[in-house]
């Protein structure tokens, strides 16, 4: 900052900050419209919102405070007691900043920590929106998308596989589908296209049926004083939800229903994190990444109506409220150390989809009923009662679909669509109350369920499952009733075509997502795994027709939702299988992603998991293994990571980035006298951080039996209904709580570094290795390029380099085993990262692997790419890793680019012995990213020529063009491996 | 044993280009040749030299420092006297960024195999294998025949990539029982552009090449370097094409010229005198592929 520049900030600052509090008295004042921001509607009359929020820099200098109360906003100078929120700038010039900066931009301050908040977040919500307000002008709105499709360079030919029919397939005699392409589907080719031209629309209906049920009826009493059972309050919220939302069908689907009232919709969910988009309202259309269209009467309605009902009722802040805003929370909040996702979301697991298909949600709440009848206890019975309710909610929704489709049907002119119509009406008057009993009436059964599920829970990471798996008998049913081969051929075609339509139905709805989102998990959607292949629960085979027609759905429409993980069990499913899943991989560029179900199953054991659940496990979310429809075990309850202890070893625990003490004091640099000992405060920084990480999981997990008990989601979990539990309450019978664990390879990498430059070699000492850190290396040209060159990396296949890896990995399993889990079970260990390498990267100074500040970690488990020599080293040194201790699984990315001169089959025989040889080697899960750094440079330039090139992050697929800059580049600058031969 | 120890160059995994699968390949030190644009100078002779990357350096001037001859000058940069350089390797390990390295390494024949083992399961998932390259494998025949023996008993598919310049009485003794495929390299027909060229006359590989054609001896691919004004010729391509038909040889395999080796031959200090930057034009490799219609052209390019 120039000397002027830095006098303007000391001497303007306050005269704007001043002038802003005293504009939004004036406004406040002045403008009715605006005045009607500062009152919660609660029940019929509106009533003053109430708060008091300080603004101060860091260093105290600046203090000035706001008072919002009976409709007024009025302010003064400094400090005020009993805050509700306060802004913590780190200086004048961050806080002049913050008053003119665009929402994006304050997030981008948050992230560089210039900007903290103290106290109440949805408050913190409410005034930045406030001061948005007052500054914003109406943004136009941006061009619609494009809907041109890019294609891969090896879009071209798709060859049969071989004759004989594979694994246990049954009817088809060419399980790759040659002869099809998207174009024999107008049907799905519409609806494709209609998916990358129609842009997202926030839904209010969700939160405005459950907020209206809610003031009638009390959410923390009655209206006449009582207290409200949680689990059966949110049953009667959620059933009035589902009996009063508008029942659609969309126009020319095969497959009634739909998440939101838009036809695509961004689902609010204000009793978790949904009140943080508040101040990007006005803004969110016209975000840069992934923008969201609001209606002004949407806007209105939760600015006035529904988040400041959810203000101070929703997780967070119960939470906050009954811990007293510990420790544990307030890093959280710091975003530089973990990430916690139940504030966010109860899902990360797998429903129990053939209980709906077999008996549905009718002999749900009819055994419901009779458990209720004859409970023990009243905590039973209000259980059964909620479960009864959500499933009769169900039904109802389902039977409002069957009346629209016959109305429908009865204006429908078109005879063939008229059918279809009527068809749809017998459906949904069928199931998902009743059995289904044709793979029509099963593809519908499981949308409705799954609509059910993304009303109760957040629609991020609740995942599918074994499609293929549940979904075989009905096809087989329906092909058994064919008289000829011309009506099985129809049959096939026609299964293609619903599987189609369910894909498609899943992008319907996307997660709302707040700008600082964009920057933390770029560009995911909702991440709904649906997983194939691998071995039945008695080890048999499951690689059957339903299998291969899924992966001829995910090669034609090439969507990243649903997100497709293919099991592959060496010792059982055929290499063939193995081939169509990376030509498959090769055609959509990056789905999908192959897990070694041997390793998978046996990590499970490891876990306690009787073998036939453990062979029955899907991906959740990104790649985390759940145990399909037993197991609550929320694979993503929070990412960590592992980089922060690191700093904090380095700085006797203080985060240089956050400056602050944060961990123990565990001594400074010049203490060290051998690597273990530098390497046992690592650990200990590490010990202190993961507690509090897991404090913080438990309260929220705590906080969710009051707040968002999920009676609807635990009559889908066995367990629950024999225990009488919901799942908040441990009523699943399998418990547990995943972690991501982020940067493995960077502090290995460091790790070593310390210990061949500072010890073994004594190159350098720790002291001026600090400093080299913290001058991001600038004046250490020659030690940088020895860290980058001479020191050997993960990856590279160096003995040593492994172990530190294995030892580590070892350590954290331990750890996390140990801590006591609040529903029962483990804490499982993963190392996958969605983007958040790339978040917790650009909040992190420089490392002594060499890496610069603000970049991005590696991804998941990956291998840096500089770790030299050769892609066969990096899959050598993975598949090296015990699987017994990362139960939670990994990501591991490996970037291949075919050659155009080659041709497909001579690719694919590569990309396969990579794959083979990694998972019989014992790998557990890798991901190909099948696009040449050309072709990503290229789309980052023409980003509308790309609209749907597809990327895999870490675990989860995203378009390409809406990735932030900093994960684009990462992409990059990922190791590109040529397929040439 | 051989008089001299062959030393290896180079092991390089994961090679895709090199015959069939994910290859390891071998990269052995000394030829017979010297092609004028050899692709691999870092081969052509037979001892240790040390190579000087100008791209990696970052200029410390450690090596200078360190060397006790004084064959670098002060602030390094590559600055090497090659006369005074006792190849002691001071200087590579002090260098940070591997600017610096000493080209050639001897492995016992068994210790050569267990390390290409490392990678026999991509091998055997891939139809791969190992391939002995150079500069020439056959120069040091005894000691490839024993690698080629040690791979083949654990199952490792085995090619060997020459120049064709060998005694085949010796290679049909000792390293031919042991190899699964040769690739043999035809690069000029005429006698005395090829010895003007190479350094060598063409007699020995010509009449080498009409025994693999004869024999059956081996599964073999002719290979022919496209240099552009020298192999590249119109006239030589044909002859070669003329000559090659006439022995019943209808499947070959052309080598489009590739300009990254001119770096290569200044790190270790050469000045080469082929010095063409640039890759062969579109309309060049179709001019060569004309020329050879009715070949069964492995790998089209």
Not at chain 1, 183 to 201: H, K, N
Not at chain 1, 458 to 478: C, E, H, M
Not at chain 1, 637 to 666: F, K, N
Not at chain 2, 46 to 52: K, Q, R, T
């Amino acid at each position: 900052m120039t000397a002027r520049s830095q006098v303007l900030s000391e001497t303007l600052t306050p005269v704007l900050m001043d002038a802003v509090l005293k504009g939004l008295g004036a406004r406040a004042a002045l403008d009715r419209k605006f005045r009607a921001n500062l009152y919660h509607d609660v029940g019929s009359g509106s009533e003053p919102w109430n708060a008091k929020v300080v603004f101060r820099t860091r260093d105290g200098s600046l203090q000035r405070h706001m008072v919002v109360a009976k409709g007024r906003i009025r302010s003064g100078r400094g400090a005020i007691a009993g805050a509700d929120a306060t802004f913590v700038l780190r200086d004048r010039a961050a806080l002049k900043k913050m008053l003119v900066a665009k929402p994006a931009e304050s997030m981008e301050m948050l992230l560089r920590n210039e900007l903290s908040f103290e106290g109440n977040m949805s408050v913190v919500a409410r005034v930045s929106y406030l001061l948005e307000r007052l500054t914003a002008k109406k943004q136009p709105d941006q061009n619609p998308r494009h809907d041109f499709l890019y294609k891969s360079s090896l879009a071209a030919p798709v060859r049969a596989l071989a004759s004989r029919k594979s694994d246990a397939v049954e009817y088809l005699d060419d399980p790759s589908f040659s002869e099809w392409t998207i174009e024999d589907f107008p049907r799905l080719r519409g609806f494709l296209a209609d998916a990358f031209s129609t842009r997202p629309r926030i839904s209010t209906e969700r939160p405005r049926l459950l907020t209206e049920h809610f003031k009638r009826h009390g959410f923390e009493k009655t209206r006449d004083g009582k207290d409200r059972d949680p689990v059966l309050r949110q049953a009667q919220a959620y059933k009035y939800l589902m009996e009063n939302r508008q029942p659609r069908i969309r126009k020319g689907d095969l497959i009634a229903g739909t998440t939101t009232d838009k036809e695509i919709g961004v689902v609010v969910y204000p009793d978790l994190g949904g009140v943080l988009i508040w101040p990007e309202l006005y803004t969110m259309h016209v975000r840069d990444l992934n923008p969201y269209i609001i209606d002004e009467q949407d806007r209105r309605l939760l600015t006035e109506d529904i988040f400041p009902y959810w203000q101070a009722r929703n997780l967070r802040e119960v939470a906050r409220t009954n811990a007293g805003n510990p420790e544990c929370l307030k890093l959280d909040e710091r975003f530089v150390l973990y990430f916690q996702w139940k504030a966010h979301s109860l899902s990360h697991t797998i429903p129990d989809f053939p209980s709906v298909l077999g008996k549905g949600l009718g002999a749900i709440a009819a055994q419901a009923g009779a458990a209720e009848a004859s409970a023990d206890d009243e905590g039973k019975r209000n259980f059964f009662c909620a479960v009864r309710l959500c499933c009769e909610g169900v039904i109802a929704y389902a039977t409002h679909l069957s009346e629209e489709a016959a109305r429908l049907a009865a204006a429908e002119t078109d005879p063939a669509r008229k059918a279809e119509l009527e068809n749809l009406a017998r459906i949904c008057a069928k199931v998902p109350a009743g059995p289904a009993e044709t793979l029509e009436e099963a593809a519908n059964s499981m949308w409705i369920t799954w609509v059910a599920c993304h009303m109760e829970n957040t629609n991020a990471g609740l995942s599918i499952g074994r499609v293929d798996k549940w979904l075989q008998p009905y096809f087989l049913a329906d092909m058994r009733r064919c008289a000829d081969d011309e009506a099985r051929r129809a049959t096939i075609r026609r299964a293609v075509e619903l599987i189609g339509c369910f894909f498609l139905r899943c992008t319907d709805h996307l997660p709302m997502v707040a700008d600082l989102g964009n920057k933390l998990f770029g560009g995911s959607s909702s991440d709904q795994a649906i997983t194939i292949g691998g071995v039945l629960e008695d080890g048999s085979n499951n690689v059957t027709d339903m299998t291969y027609i899924i992966l001829k759905v995910a090669e034609m429409l090439r969507l990243r939702d649903p997100n497709l993980n293919a099991r592959w069990h060496p010792d059982v499913n055929s290499v063939e299988y193995l081939r169509r899943l990376c030509e498959v991989n090769a055609l959509t560029g990056s789905t999908p992603s192959l897990h070694n179900d041997k390793a998978v199953i046996a990590a499970m054991q490891g876990q306690g998991f009787a073998i036939e659940h453990a062979r029955d496990w899907s991906a959740t979310g990104c790649v985390e293994p759940t145990s399909s429809g037993r197991h609550f075990g929320h694979t993503n309850s929070m990412m960590l990571s592992m980089v922060a202890p690191l700093e904090m070893a380095l700085h006797d625990g203080y985060h240089p980035l956050c400056r602050e003490q944060i961990g123990p004091h565990t001594g400074t640099v010049a203490g060290f006298d051998t690597f273990d000992g530098f390497y046992r405060a690592y650990l200990e920084q590490f010990r202190y951080v993961a507690q509090r990480s897991i404090e913080c999981n438990n309260l929220f997990g705590e906080t969710h039996r009051f707040v968002r008990p999920t009676p609807f989601l635990s009559s889908l979990l066995d367990g629950c209904m024999s225990s009488g539990r919901d799942v908040v309450f441990g009523g699943a019978r399998y418990n547990s709580s995943g972690i991501a664990l982020i940067g493995l390879a960077d502090v290995v990498d460091s790790l070593m570094a310390i210990k061949h430059l500072v010890f073994d070699e004594k190159r350098v000492d720790f002291a001026t290795l600090l400093d080299a850190l913290e001058k991001n290396f600038e004046g250490y040209e020659t030690l940088h390029a020895r860290m980058l060159n001479k020191v050997p990396r993960f990856g590279s296949g160096n003995a040593e380099a492994q172990r530190i890896a294995q030892r580590l990995i070892d350590w954290i399993y331990d750890l996390y085993q140990g801590f006591p889990h609040y529903r029962g079970g483990h804490y499982t260990t993963g190392y996958w990262s969605m983007s958040n390498h790339v978040a917790f990267g650009t909040l992190s100074g420089a490392l002594p692997s060499g890496r610069r500040k603000y970049k991005p970690f590696t991804p998941g488990i990956t291998p840096e790419p500089g770790a030299k020599d050769t892609l066969l080293q990096n899959i050598q040194s993975v598949a090296g890793l015990d699987p017994l201790k990362m139960p939670n699984n990994i990501a591991f990315n490996v970037k291949v680019v075919p050659d155009p001169h080659d041709s497909p089959e001579q690719a694919l025989d590569v990309m396969t012995a990579y794959a083979r040889t990694y998972l019989e080697s014992g790998g557990m899960q890798m991901q190909f990213n099948v696009v040449s750094t050309e072709t990503l440079r290229d789309a980052i330039e023409h980003p509308e020529a790309y609209r749907n090139l597809m990327v895999r992050i870490s675990g989860y697929n995203a378009y390409f063009v809406e990735l932030n800059r900093e994960l684009q580049q990462e992409l990059i600058e990922r190791n590109e491996h040529a397929l040439k031969h | 044993m051989e008089k001299r120890r062959p030393l290896v160059a180079e092991i390089k995994r994961n090679s895709l280009d090199d015959g069939p699968g994910i290859r390891s390949v071998v990269f052995f030190k000394g030829c017979p040749l010297c092609c004028v644009w050899c692709h691999n100078p870092e081969c052509t002779r037979a001892g240790d030299e040390l190579m000087f990357r100008a791209g990696q350096c970052v200029g410390c001037g450690a090596c200078a420092e360190v060397c006790k001859e004084d064959a670098i000058a002060a602030g390094g940069r590559g600055a090497i006297d090659r006369e005074l350089c006792t190849l002691c390797g001071d200087c590579t390990d002090e260098c940070p960024s591997d600017a610096l390295s000493i080209v050639g390494s001897y492995y016992e024949p068994e210790d050569l195999v267990e390390t290409l083992l490392l990678d026999k399961p991509f091998y055997d998932n891939s139809g791969g294998g190992v391939t002995l390259s150079g500069g020439e494998p056959t120069m040091a025949m005894n000691y490839t025949a024993a690698v080629a023996k040690g791979l083949r008993e654990r199952g490792v598919h085995v090619l060997v990539e020459t120049c064709g310049d060998f005694s085949w009485k010796r290679f049909a003794d000792t390293l031919l029982p042991h190899v699964d495929l040769v690739y043999v390299d035809m690069k000029i027909e005429s006698a005395e552009l090829h010895e003007k060229f190479t350094g060598r006359p063409n007699d020995r590989i010509k009449a080498n090449l009409e025994r693999l054609a004869s024999s059956a001896a081996v599964e073999f691919l002719v290979r022919v370097p496209l240099v552009p004004e020298v192999t590249a010729t119109h006239a030589n391509l044909r002859s070669i094409a003329a000559w090659l038909r006439e022995r019943g040889v209808d499947r070959i395999a052309l080598l489009p010229y590739n300009p990254l080796w001119c770096a290569k031959a200044q790190s270790l200090g050469d000045s080469p005198a082929y010095d063409r930057s640039t890759f062969m034009s579109r309309e060049e490799c179709d001019a060569a592929k004309k020329i050879f219609e009715g070949f069964r052209l492995e790998r089209d390019f």
